[in-house]
């Protein structure tokens, strides 16, 4: 069992739809959940962050986490052609884990089509 | 406000060759980590440092690859004696010190993309 996995894609949405991104995880000791976004052939870039249970909203992006279940989701809202790219999760393991020692994804390839 | 800046963009090199990357973290940042992106892969860690201080570098092969960040100067990730299964590109990140709830958030440059010929 991979530590974090996604779902690979392509998830393809029709524009101002939601776009619905799904990790899960592994280690039950871990702290912190992350959502970057990566265009082709560019660096990472984080977009949400979320350590407690429950729903973090920004703008159009809401992360959910849910410890229980060791499942943390990123929803899209009015998901955006600009929004095309690969959405990486990443996680930090439990306590004494080297801050920035991130485990990533595989990352999910998101097409938002006009 | 210069973000994490790695160079070259671009290195190719050619079987047994050393290959040395190098990353500026961003203005304020005293941490910094490498990562790794192997085609199809996702991004694994290698190494994290603080000014010539090593980490963690539980991510780090055994042999061949080494890292630094010296008192004066950018990171260094060295590469020596290089195959071609070292083709990847390799991000290097920056962060400000540990933030609320442990959460550190990680700055990344645009990486070098290595190709052993």
Redesign the interface.
Known sequence: QKEVEQNSGPLSVPEGAIASLNCTYSDRGSQSFFWYRQYSGKSPELIMFIYSNGDKEDGRFTAQLNKASQYVSLLIRDSQPSDSATYLCAVRGAGGTSYGKLTFGQGTILTVHP | NAGVMQNPRHLVRRRGQEARLRCSPMKGHS?V?W?RQLP??????MV?LQKENI??E??MPKERFSAEFPKEGPSILRIQQVVRGDSAAY?C?S?PP?GQ???????????TQLSVL
Do not use: M, N, R
């Open positions: 941490h980590y990562y199809e892969e996702g991004l694994k860690f994290y980490i963690d539980s991510g991000f990140a962060s540990s709830g442990g959460t550190v958030k990680l700055f990344f440059g645009s990486g």
